[in-house]
């Protein structure tokens, strides 16, 4: 099969791929066409890596109101909520929602996906489920899952034991959530807990850190001395750390030498810490979104989550991951013609190293043959006018496709 004419990245050079046994076989300007070969013409379309979702919890998505609403729009509501909702958990019922959201993901490019799973359950069940679904939707999506203790470590009855069980069940990553545990001094041991329980298994480690407005949540720089220590290093990602947003300049300034010595990536969910953090603010409000503008410019890898789809944090999204960078870089201030042209890197090629890819991802001859098309010349297009996924290929199989609306004024 051979694509021609496409805009590999933002390019101003166009070039041919050519895909064989699901791999890309060649990649230059001009290729031409062996007998009886396939052949699509793209016309300078853009064609980029497989979108990925950094950060999400498919668990919980789908049940917005579901026993109860969030009324306040607070994370520790969003916790009580779905408390309530975990009473109902059943195999087949994490299993239908998940089928569901994935198809809504993949229908918007995406191809590989990190959930956390919540493992605050002494079941275990939605844990069971979606090992389940790593292995059978697998052709079509890439799923990582990270043992996700929502009520806490030390805070929830049994909850070391569980997260053990969860690493041996096959979890690929381990979690903590440090500012939801009960004390300082819980906080601590939970990360350290989890971080060697990581490190013995050879598991990546995605924390929850200090997702709140409270300056004085430092977890942060716990999570960095750990990995710097243990020699994790890139296999260790700091998610949310919205607190950043509140830390005064000279203690970031300082934590920043630790962060690059670290190694460590972040994910920031702007939808959603748009949404929660600032909420015991009046006037003025605080954005509440991790410093992803400081961090990207000292060189440390920073991408884009979702993280909530119709739960009880988040009462809106449809698994589209253009959304999050829209709100990513108006909140963020990062809206230079570069910084909008580039962006599409929050969800690629930045999530790719967040998600220790490596060489199975990124479109490079010999690499598998994952890839998407937008319908836009570039990027900052594809952005501006929202414009769709017009095929998603995965491995060389075409896995989803979308035809362009079209929109005409009347007068």
């Known amino acids: 099969m ?21 791999k890309f076989a060649k990649i230059a300007e001009n290729i031409e066409a062996n007998p009886g070969e396939e052949v699509i013409d793209l016309g300078g379309k853009l064609l980029l890596p497989p979108f990925i979702e950094s950060h999400v919890h498919l668990d919980t998505c ?17 916790i009580e909520c779905w408390s309530k909702r975990k009473d109902k958990l059943s195999k087949a019922d994490v299993k239908e929602r998940v089928n569901r959201a994935v198809r809504m993901q993949a229908a918007n490019g995406v191809q590989f996906v990190r959930t956390h ?17 790593r292995e059978e939707l697998k052709d079509f999506m890439e799923i990582q ?40 001094e819980y906080s601590v041991e939970s990360l350290n807990f989890a971080i060697e329980l990581a490190a013995k298994n050879d598991k990546l480690v995605d924390v929850h850190c200090d ?10 720089e716990t999570v960095a001395t750990r990995a710097l220590e243990l020699e994790l290093f890139d296999k260790v990602t700091a998610s949310h750390t919205t607190a950043m947003h509140s830390y005064n300049n000279a203690y970031v300034n300082r934590l920043m ?36 503008k400081e961090l990207t410019a000292e060189g440390i890898n920073v991408s884009f989550g979702h993280d909530d789809i119709f739960d009880p944090w988040y009462p809106l999204g449809n698994g589209n991951m253009r959304d999050v960078v829209f709100m990513g870089l108006h909140v963020t201030q990062m809206m230079g013609y570069d ?24 479109i490079a001859e010999g690499r598998p043959a994952s890839f998407v098309v937008m319908d836009a010349k570039n990027y900052y297009d594809a ?29």
Not at 2 to 22: M, T
Not at 346 to 361: E, S
């Open 339 to 362: 910084d909008i042209m580039n962006s599409y890197n929050f969800i690629t090629n930045n999530a790719a190293r967040t998600l220790y890819l490596g060489d199975r991802y990124g």
């Open 62 to 78: 789908l049940t917005a109101g579901d026993p109860v609403w969030n009324m306040s729009g607070t994370l520790f509501e969003g």
């Open 211 to 220: 997702e709140i407005d409270d300056e004085a949540s430092r977890g942060l």
């Open 2 to 22: 051979l694509f021609k004419n496409a805009c590999i990245e933002n390019s101003s050079v166009l070039r041919d791929i050519r895909v064989e046994d699901g």
């Open 383 to 411: 952005l501006n006018y929202n414009s769709p996924v017009l095929m998603s290929y995965k491995n060389g199989k075409k896995i989803a496709e979308a035809t362009p609306a079209v929109r005409t004024a009347l007068f």
């Open 145 to 184: 899952i990270v043992a996700f203790p929502q009520e806490g470590i030390l805070s929830y009855p049994n909850g070391k034991q569980l997260m053990i069980d969860a690493v041996n069940m096959g979890a690929d990553v381990v979690g903590a959530i440090p500012h939801f545990e009960f004390t300082r």
């Open 257 to 292: 030498r630790l962060l690059k010595m670290s190694k460590i990536n972040f994910v920031s969910n702007p939808l959603v810490n748009t949404h929660l953090q600032g909420r015991v603010d009046t006037y003025p409000k605080r954005r509440g979104v991790t410093r992803v």
């Open 117 to 133: 799973v919540d493992v605050t359950d002494p079941k275990l069940t939605a844990m069971e489920a979606l090992i389940e679904l």
